[in-house]
Every structure is written in C-alpha cells, then in structure tokens.
C-alpha cells in the first residue's frame, strides 16, 4: 500500500515501512496543512493516515484512527484491512522511506552494522542507512504477532 501519515501517527512509519508498505510521514515532509495533506495524498495515490476526523471525512481515501498508542492504531489498521506482516525482503528504509538494497559480502560496513557475510544487511539508497533483522526487527515481530493474536481472538467473540 502506498499510505500518507498525519502527523499525529508518525509513531507508525517504521512498523509500516517494514512491512513493505510505501509509507511517507507528513512531518518529514514539513506538511500539517489539511489541505496540503490531500493534496499531496491524491497526487501520489495514498492512503491518508490520520486522528483528524475532520480531515478524514474531506479525504478521498482516507483511515481514520482513534487510538493515541501505535499499538492501537496498529490494531485499527489491521482492522480495517492494512496487511502487518514483516516482508521476507524489506523494500523500504525504516528512517527515510528510501528503496533499499542488499549489501554484497565483499562489502564493509559501518562499525555498528553486522558483517554482511554473516547477516542479511540492506543499505537505503536515500540516506545511506544500513539495516538487519536485529532486536528492533524482533521487537516490532513481536508486536505484530501480539495483534494478530489479538484479532484472532476477537474474531471467535463474533
């Protein structure tokens, strides 16, 4: 999905973007403007994110979120049908929404980054940014897991 962040839902890029999801956060961008938000929404064909009820029904396409915790607004989002799956190739730079790319084994990396050779590293093209399947990776599968789960469970009460 290509989606637009409001920036009352910025908490929510990285979770988005890992799941392969083209996600641009209006803060990132310097836009609060409701009227710059669906603007640059309809001109890029994306799904508007937001809190704002009033932006929400003026939107196109728009979801509108309730909850104030990205965990919660993680939930709503599954809800209404935004698929939270960690991508088997990670498509999109967690920090800058840049395309990443795999890192040759010949390759040296930064002194924070594994090496290559012995983990799958990705470097975005945009800001230069490597990334793996480390802690965060773990932490945010976790997350993802407990809302399925969740949902999973809400569903048998139906």
């Known amino acids: 999905m290509r989606l637009l962040l409001d920036v009352m839902c910025g908490g929510l890029d990285s979770y988005l973007r890992m799941c392969n999801h083209d996600t641009v956060y209006a803060g990132d961008r310097g836009l609060e403007a409701d ?19 009033a932006l929400a029904n003026r939107a196109t396409n728009a979801i509108l979120l309730e909850s ?5 607004q993680l939930s709503e989002l599954a809800a209404a049908g935004v698929e939270l799956r960690l991508a088997a190739e990670p498509a999109f ?15 040296s ?11 799958d590293v990705r470097r975005c093209r945009g800001c230069g940014q490597y990334f793996w399947r480390g802690s965060h990776w773990e932490r945010v599968a976790e997350t993802l897991s407990r809302i399925d789960r969740d949902r999973a469970g809400n569903a048998g009460d139906r």
């Open 68 to 72: 104030r915790s990205v965990e919660g």
């Open 35 to 53: 009227d710059a938000l669906r603007a640059l929404a309809r001109k890029e064909r994306r799904t508007l994110i937001t809190r704002d009820v």
């Open 93 to 107: 730079c967690g920090r800058c929404n840049g395309p990443l790319e795999p890192v040759a084994e010949s390759v």
């Open 109 to 119: 990396t930064p002194e924070y980054a594994p090496d290559p050779a012995a983990v």
